[in-house]
């Protein structure tokens, strides 16, 4: 019992730092363009060398 002394506040802590990172992502732009990466990766570039 004496433990959640500590691991309340733990867990509230990591929680509030896990929120704080998701929405500084979200004003940083991180989702803006969720489509275009993965179709980056299928198309053929004719300006990078082949080799």
């Known amino acids: 019992m004496n433990m ?3 691991l ?3 867990a ?4 509030g730092l896990g929120l704080f ?3 500084w992502s ?3 732009g991180q989702y803006d363009d969720l489509d275009g990466a993965a179709w980056r990766v299928i198309t053929e ?3 990078h ?3």
């Open 8 to 10: 309340i506040p733990i």
């Open 49 to 51: 060398p082949a080799g």
């Open 26 to 28: 979200l004003k940083s």
């Open 4 to 6: 959640l002394i500590f």
């Open 12 to 15: 509230l802590f990591l929680g």
């Open 21 to 23: 990172a998701f929405l």
């Open 45 to 47: 570039d004719e300006d």
